[in-house]
């Protein structure tokens, strides 16, 4: 299940500059969003969380979309203003009302945690839905974990398994995980360690220490892959150094033997 994460990451701004500022102080919304998130990230300026709060409020007087998630991200992380995850919420609706994908997602996630909102499966699915047909990963990847946990909607694996490889095909890892997980169990879809073993490599590949150790399974019992004891002791060591617990048991047995 994947979170909200820092905003000014995902807006990938115009780069600090004069003209930006005199753009933003004329009125011009996507220049405001846009210098609240070079101070927010602190890229060509000062960090300063006020001032993403500041030059996000003037975005949203505009009922620009981003602007009003992206107050709202600040809302939700207590960054520049006080924590407050009913704001947060309030902000993320105008933005999702809107058909603003990533804060779909973001409300879906409240709905999902209960943050801010009561919990409430079926509008979180409802919201996450909205967002993963945009083509949002976070979306595509949370719709998938509905699905194969019967949150908010019927359990059904071969649904969670065509939202999890939209997810995956995009390089996100969480879902690569996922859909490496659905592989070798076989839930939605035909059981094929090979197929497992390729989804768990892009996620292990990109630190998932979950699939570091599922990888390392695959290759100490040559399932999917030959079996290969160097590669498994690889894949267990780096998820072990994340502290993957299940990672280290399985290392200490096999350097017992």
């Not at 998630?69 to 704001?87: I, M, N, P, R, S």
Request: hydrophobic residues 30%.
């Amino acid at each position: 299940m994947l979170a909200v994460s820092g905003w000014a990451e995902d807006l990938k701004p115009e780069p600090y500059s004069a003209e930006l500022v005199k753009r933003a102080e004329a009125g011009d919304a996507k220049a405001q969003y846009d210098l609240g998130a070079c101070y927010y990230s602190g890229k060509g300026v000062t960090q300063d969380y006020k001032k993403p709060v500041k030059w996000n409020m003037k975005s949203t007087q505009q009922r620009n979309a981003i602007g009003q998630h992206y107050l709202g991200a600040c809302q939700y992380e207590g960054k520049g203003v006080t924590q407050d995850y009913k704001k947060a919420v309030k902000w993320w609706t105008k933005a999702a009302e809107q058909g603003y994908a990533k804060g779909q997602h973001s409300l879906g996630w409240c709905y999902y945690s209960g943050y801010g909102v009561a919990q409430d499966y079926k509008e979180a699915v409802k919201w996450y839905t909205k967002s993963a047909e945009q083509g949002d990963v976070r979306g595509q990847c949370n719709v998938g974990f509905s699905y194969y946990n019967g949150y908010g909607v019927a359990q059904d694996y071969k649904e969670a398994v065509k939202w999890y490889t939209k997810s995956a095909e995009q390089g996100d890892a969480d879902s690569q995980f996922s859909l490496g997980w659905s592989y070798y169990n076989g839930f939605g879809v035909a059981q094929d360690y090979k197929e497992a073993v390729k989804w768990y490599t892009k996620s292990a590949e990109q630190g998932d220490a979950v699939a570091q150790s599922c990888l390392g399974t695959c290759y100490y019992e040559g399932k999917g892959a030959n079996q290969d004891y160097k590669e498994a002791v690889k894949w267990w060591t780096k998820a072990a150094e994340q502290a993957g617990i299940e990672a280290k048991n399985k290392l200490e047995k096999l350097k017992s033997k």
